[in-house]
């Protein structure tokens, strides 16, 4: 399995990161404006047996939006996605002590969302939570050489705007720095806790995290 190794920054200010990114000669990735439309459903048993376990188990299909007025999109995919913590976490590196959220990962491309999600309920499971959101991914120039593996992720959801680094820890640690953040911003949390934080915030029942129509 390969590890993902990621935090999230919150973002007050979109037009102010953006400036920031744009001074730090980052572009978007793939081209365009780089802005992709993901629509997020998570499966687990009745009883959340992978939730109680650390695990996630996601259908997320991926729209991109049109880059200028006129343009085609270019396409859509489906990914699944498993993650769970690491099975042997060293000493220092522990998902519960470590200063980024680290876990494994497996992705892979599929076909067909709706056939795969009939297969997961099938097998008991059903998708109980779901999720949307605007990402636009981000890499900074070759000239920062300590970025080569880093992915900088602005995600606009519907509890506001998120920034995921993710990447090796130094480079995490360096591009915070770079974007004027410290450690004590970091956000280990996923989109669920955060979003059923912010349901208890306003006294909402959490439901769906997704965007309100549009009257």
């Known amino acids: 399995m390969a590890q993902e190794i990621e935090i999230k920054l919150r973002i007050s200010d979109q037009k102010a990161f953006r400036r920031t ?3 730090l000669g980052a572009r978007p990735v793939g081209g365009g404006s780089g802005r992709v439309h993901e629509w997020n459903v998570i499966f687990d048993t009745p009883e959340g047996g992978l939730a109680k376990h650390g695990q996630l188990l996601r259908i997320r299909t991926e729209t991109e939006t049109k880059p200028k007025k006129g343009q085609p999109t270019s396409g859509q995919r489906t990914l699944l996605t498993f993650k769970r913590p690491l099975v042997k976490a060293t000493s220092g590196s522990s998902p519960e002590t470590h200063r ?4 494994e990962e497996i992705e892979v491309e599929v076909a067909d969302p709706t056939v795969l999600a009939k297969v997961f309920e099938g097998l008991g499971m059903r998708g109980w939570f779901r999720y949307e959101k605007y990402r636009t991914t981000f ?3 070759a000239t ?3 970025a080569k593996e880093l992915l900088i992720e602005l995600d606009e959801t519907p ?3 998120f920034v995921e680094l ?3 820890p130094a480079a995490i640690d360096r591009a915070a720095s770079e974007l004027g953040r410290t450690r004590r911003d970091y956000v280990l949390k996923n989109y669920l806790a955060l979003y ?6 306003l006294g909402q029942e959490p439901r769906d995290m997704i965007f309100a129509a549009k009257k």
């Open 21 to 23: 990114l744009k001074r």
């Open 100 to 103: 980024h959220k680290v876990r």
């Open 139 to 141: 890499r900074l120039p």
């Open 144 to 146: 920062f050489s300590w």
């Open 159 to 161: 509890i506001g705007t």
């Open 166 to 168: 993710e990447g090796p």
């Open 196 to 201: 059923v934080e912010e349901c208890r915030r």
